[in-house]
């Protein structure tokens, strides 16, 4: 089972991953964006953490739903709303349970996804970051590992892609080639589950 203190340390991790990986997401982001994407992402988690450390939250769908809502607080741009409602909604499926089941949070996982696709208009194919959520929460119904596998393979899936939605949309068939960059932070959030898991003990 999964206690708050995996969903904390699963936020950790997370932080952890995109510090790491800031200056590749960056990369990616200015190929076919802004190229803010790493500086967005390290901002939002850096709040995730310091507010999970400092309210402790008691269960898994209260550290979720604080998470989301830091991250719609500190991160402009698209992927705040999108990132903070996934972490919101799958928060707010968890309910109250002070324990959850690994396929209670694959339920719920798929529930946060559902509410990203709607709130920003994308499909599979889109070439955002639902290319790599989509198959990972489909993938949790079977293990952490499966899910982290989908993810990494669904943001590399992006490459031959052209953007239909987001900033990259407006470089039209320019976008293809190229990674896209919500979809590779959202591989490293899935990647950050599955290190959590494991040290749970891989169980899912
Ligand atoms: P911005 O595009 O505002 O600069 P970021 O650079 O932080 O924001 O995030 C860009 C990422 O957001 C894209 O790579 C893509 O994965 C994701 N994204 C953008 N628009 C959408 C959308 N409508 N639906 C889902 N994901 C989206
Ligand atoms: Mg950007």
Redesign the pocket.
Known sequence: MLDAGFFHRWMTVAAAAVNREADH?TE??SA??????GA??QRGFAAVTEVLDREAPHTPGAVLTLAGRQLIST??????P?YGTLLRRTGKALGDEPEVSPQQLAEALGLGVAA??Q????QAG??????ALLPAAEALATSFDAARKAADAGALA?VPMR?R?????YLGERSIGHQ???????ALLIGALAEAGDANGGEA
């Open positions: 997401l990616l982001d076919i964006g802004d190229a803010d994407h967005n992402m991160v402009g741009g698209a992927s705040g999108l990203v696709a709130l920003g208009g994308a889109d070439k955002t970051m639902l290319d992006t953007a939605k987001g900033r990259a949309s896209d960059p919500g979809a590779t932070s959202s």
